[in-house]
């Protein structure tokens, strides 16, 4: 392969690259497709009690509370509405 042929084969590359990644940039993700990646409750360990040490839900860096700081939120990780006294295994302290 001589440089030419080489320098033509790695811009025809770049060039499927970028258009594949301008495809994925444009898709759009439906809240209930996004849903389905999240773990069950269940399969998260997910308890409406605080954990070891008084780790819960609403210290750590998945929980995203809602307007009432008392009512239950939502996690980044766990399906479905989640206590902020709660706990499960993907708790991560906010640092």
């Given at each position: 392969m001589n440089r030419r042929?080489?320098?033509k084969d790695m811009a025809g590359k770049a060039?499927?690259?970028g258009?594949?990644?301008m495809v994925v940039a444009t898709q759009k993700v439906s809240p209930?497709?996004?849903d389905s990646n999240l773990a069950?409750?269940?399969?998260a360990g997910y308890m409406a009690a605080p954990g070891p040490?008084?780790?819960h839900c609403a210290i750590c860096t998945l929980f995203v509370p809602a307007s009432d700081p008392t009512a239950p939120g939502t996690c980044q990780?766990?399906?479905g509405t989640i206590s902020p006294n709660g706990y499960c295994n993907?708790?991560?302290?906010?640092?």
């Open positions: 042929t080489w320098i060039a499927l690259a258009m594949a990644g209930a497709r996004a069950s409750q269940s399969s040490a008084g780790a990780a766990v399906a993907y708790y991560s302290a906010k640092s």
